[in-house]
């Protein structure tokens, strides 16, 4: 479970990023995060797990404050960042191992661990090439791959479907549900509105900093006008945050 409590950020005084932003991810939701380019995604994540300060507020991870207990709070997420160049000259089986030593994974079962999860995301014969040397579908799958290595309960994942082919696409979605169906927590952003729609058990919609909508895709069409397109929808309730000037 994941609790956001009235947290706020600003980058720039006086401009507020995140603006009081309340949510609550329950025990065997995937969640959508949606929001335009600049909404204020990426910062909500980056504070949800504890690589961001909120000016304001407090997130709970399984009850842990990432603020007030960050060690305890990162022990209960997996976390995949919209970016996955990262640690680029290892070779892929380093990464993993060295996330393995930092979760304090035992070597037995970091190996099959780590053989079923790349054999899944089918990186498994790249793994003794460095990381530099992969594709960016690549780099996405092992970074995936690194942050569910220890099987954690919740799952928070930036734009986690950027960059994959459609069958890994696929898979990960299909372990999404696989995971919640088990009473675990997946919350991952999106700008892409139809994998919100057939995937996620609820959608939160943020624009401008704050969040304009939670719900579920049924209670968004009810919300507002029937018959209207995702689309069209997703634009009528983020633009209606607009000034008018
Ligand atoms: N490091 C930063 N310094 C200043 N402003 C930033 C920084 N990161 C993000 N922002 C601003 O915060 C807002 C939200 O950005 P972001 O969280 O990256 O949005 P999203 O992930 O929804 O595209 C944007 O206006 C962006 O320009
Ligand atoms: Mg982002």
Known sequence: MIKIENISKSYVKGKKSIDNLNLEIKDGEI???LGPNGAGKTTTIKMMIGVLNPDEGDILI????????PLEAKKEFGFVPDNPDIFLKLKGIEYLNFLSDIYEIPSEKRKERIEYLTKKFEIYDNLNSEIQSYSHGMRQK???CGALLNNPKNWILDEPMTGLDPKSSHDLKEMMKEHTKQSNTVFFSTHVLEVAEKLCDRVGIINKGKLVFVGT?????????ENKSLEDLFLEITESQLPIT
């Open 31 to 33: 969640f959508g995060f």
């Open 62 to 69: 399984d009850g842990k404050s990432i603020r007030k207990e």
């Open 142 to 144: 092992i970074v995936i």
């Open 217 to 225: 895709f049924e209670e968004m069409k009810n919300k507002f006008k």
